[in-house]
């Protein structure tokens, strides 16, 4: 089930992370390294479901942004080894909790770790996570590192609660979903990009433009998600298609559905996401009114808009190795959906 939607671009369909893996791949492995170390307890259950989450899989993008930038802007130290591993630690935390709020069952074609041990243990070691990258950010030494990473953990925080506020809410807009995917994803992806060119002592410009870069590869990598939802397949979702739907997720692509639908339309969103009546055959007719509204596609063609700014926000940085991968991470993103 689910519709595929071709994108012209044939560059997408090219792009590729392992440019940006290759580049940071010995830093990687000291990353990886540090999150065994960090994730270490002497209560046994908090490594458990540490390693559980870490060896699900994923590109560990965040922290790859962090290492590319810090490396891009000249840095020779080791401190961005610390950095990178907080930004992982602050994303899985948010995993954890996020599965906890929205009662999901897989994760990356895995349980989650609250089918496994339960909510709180979930919630609670997601905390240790939290207070472990926090340690790592004052041992790196730097104020404006932290400053900017304890700012993203807060509007990561803030846009948990927002999603809370809309969620099941047919009249939520456009823009208060922006308000909550630019809290809840492009924060941390904007934190992990500008933390690098800060501990590399690098001047204002370049931090704002790399934050910029950040921020809007995140919004357009959510963006992407969303339609993937609808679009995917359950094997690179790692999760069943239209999980969002059945959960009543109010996503961008039945944000305008909803407003560019018949007072019909309408009352089959208010009955499938405010009260529930989601099974099978609802999520046939929400694709179906995606398709007739162009939900999905003008769901990409905002992607491939933040996408834009994200090249734009670099195009003043140095012809590089590490700019050149950092440009086609946002081609994959976007790729994603082909």
Known sequence: MGVVIPLDEKKNQAASVKPLQDLTKADMERVNQL??????????????????????GGKRLRPMLTLAAAQMCGYAGDHHIKLATSVEFMHT????????VDESDMRRGSSTARIIWGNQASVLVGDFLLGQAFKMMVEVGSLDALDVLSSAAAVIAEGEVLQLSVAKNMETTEDD???????????????????????????????K????????????FQLVDDVLDYGGKAADLGKNVGDDF???????????????????????????????????????????????YNA??????????????ARDA???????????ALLEVIDFCISRVT
């Open 35 to 56: 999150i065994l170390a960090k994730a270490g307890s002497h209560v046994e259950m908090i490594p458990e479901i540490a390693r559980h989450l870490i060896a699900s």
């Open 93 to 100: 935390a948010t995993l954890l909790h996020d599965d906890v």
């Open 177 to 207: 979903y922006l308000a909550v995917i630019r809290a809840k994803t492009a924060a941390l992806f904007a934190a992990a990009a500008e933390v690098g060119p800060i501990v590399a002592g690098s001047d204002k410009a370049t931090r």
């Open 209 to 220: 433009a790399l934050s910029s870069y950040g921020t809007n590869l995140g919004l357009a």
């Open 246 to 292: 059945r959960e009543g997720k109010v996503t961008l692509p039945i944000v305008l559905s909803y407003r560019r639908g018949t007072e019909d339309e309408r009352a089959f969103w208010r009955s499938a996401i405010e009260t529930g009546e989601n099974n099978d055959v609802a999520l046939e007719k929400a694709l179906g009114l995606m398709t007739k």
């Open 296 to 309: 999905l596609s003008d769901t990409i063609a905002r992607a491939n808009h933040y996408g834009d700014m």
């Open 314 to 324: 670099l195009a003043p940085m140095p012809e590089s190795p590490h700019k050149a």
